[in-house]
């Protein structure tokens, strides 16, 4: 009896694992030396580990998708998703729209690429992983989604984020949207961001500010704001009200009569020659050891 009972006993552990096994394979694994990313066969989001700890920063209190759509102004979530190599192949219900996805895994970084949309869809977002990061310099690892060029929108700023998530738009442009995941050290995260977008031909390049901002002199200084009031005739004024108050930068801020957001275009008025008298003014305060920023910022 007790050999029977052991026989099936050993039968059931068999058949679990078999129903365990199988449920593996219906997750979608997506890793690199540092992060772990798990997503089921249904698009939702199961895990993303720090592998140096094995902490999952995945957030959890809500059930979260990978990935959705806007078609007529209605949202559709994911809710099928299979891999083919290195390729994520998406299916939004009841839109008649699915996308193709390509991956790209480095040791340090994974890239996400919209290779194909079939059907109509007003956007795509491609990439969504909620987590429980804060986001702060103070925390040991770090989280960042890097857009590759200018018609994927990355809703938050990097180094650090708390919600990896990447959009493209019919408007501008759904295929070929490209996105950089990071999840690293946090140590590390800066001289990998560096490396990522010195490589990214498709977005404009500077090494002054953003990833850079620390192994540059101009990081570590003070600015006025300028509203539109230095011009040609008022530049030796500002010279003097940044030497009395030991500030070496000037932020220049658009709107109203000063320079147009959006291209940028100065008031003639105040700037007959328009970037070429502004020139002058920039050559000016560089020669007194003056930094020149813009900010171009909008609201969304």
Known sequence: MNRKISLILSFAFVIASMVLIS????????ENSHFRYEIDKTGTNLHFIDKGTGIDYLATEMKSVCASIVKYKKEYPVTSVTRKGSKLYLSFSGSEVSAEILIRKQKDRITFTVSELIGEAESLT???IPLTLEGMPYEAFGACALSMNLFTRVRELPALQSNLWATCYKEFGIKG???????LPQKDI??????VMSKASDVPFS???GAWAQQNKEGYGSYLMNFGTLTEDSVDEWIKMCRNLGFNQIDNHGGGDFFRFGDFELNKEKWPDGWESFKRIND????????VIFIHMHSS
């Open 190 to 195: 800066l001289h990998v961001i560096r490396d």
């Open 207 to 209: 090494d002054k500010g």
């Open 23 to 30: 449920c593996s394979k219906e997750e979608i694994v997506l």
């Open 177 to 183: 949207a490209e996105v950089v995941i990071l999840g």
């Open 284 to 291: 000016r305060l560089h020669k007194e050891g003056i930094s």
């Open 126 to 128: 491609f990439l969504n």
